[in-house]
């Protein structure tokens, strides 16, 4: 798994014109080449009438698909400017529609490039671009007279407090990511006098919204 990565979390739309021609970029998170398509399918439906749907997509850790289609426009000046905007800014699965109205003024080859690869930017700009961290989700057993100890280093710390589980221990379930892994078990085992040991329950990828880590 990436430590990191770029991508959107939530759809977005934004619009320009240009020469009287309209642009109209949508972008969507997707995971699978699937969902890219199911994707293209409800835009093309969504503007059946306009003269052009160009669409692009970049999916996988490594960036191992990688597609766009010019949709009638001129070789190269379409998909490829949208696509190149994903491979730029390396944001990972993420598909893009740019949906052309003509406005019955042409714009030539360098034209349409910049206006394709503008509105995918803008598009993706909308979205907003997600820092996306791999994390370990991990779990604390402890006595209560340890427990504000460890509780009070997590909150001073960079650690994320996930959850907080009170029975006759308390049990401490914090998201670690690789810089803080190593820091965080030294000092679960000094405070605990090696008597607590940090266990890893599973391990996710996530990104912060409204001040917490959402699991993607």
Sequence with gaps: MLDEYTTILNRAEAEFVEK???FIATVCPVKTEEEAR???AEMRKKYWDATHNVFAYQIGERNEIQRSSDDGE???TAGKPALD??????IKNTAVVVTRYFGGTLLGTGG???AYGRSAKLG????GIANVKHYKECSVETDYTTAG???YEITKEE???????????VEFIVLLDRENEKPFEDMVKNISMGKSQVNVIREIYGAWVNGAVAEL
Excluded: H, N, W
């Design 149 to 151: 100890k460890i509780q």
């Design 85 to 90: 905007v994903l491979i730029v800014g390396d």
């Design 112 to 114: 349409l490039v910049r």
């Design 124 to 127: 993706i700009e909308a979205a």
């Design 20 to 22: 009287k021609s309209r």
């Design 74 to 76: 001129p070789q190269g």
């Design 38 to 40: 199911a994707f293209i």
């Design 159 to 169: 650690y994320i407090l996930k959850d907080t589980i009170y029975t006759d221990k």
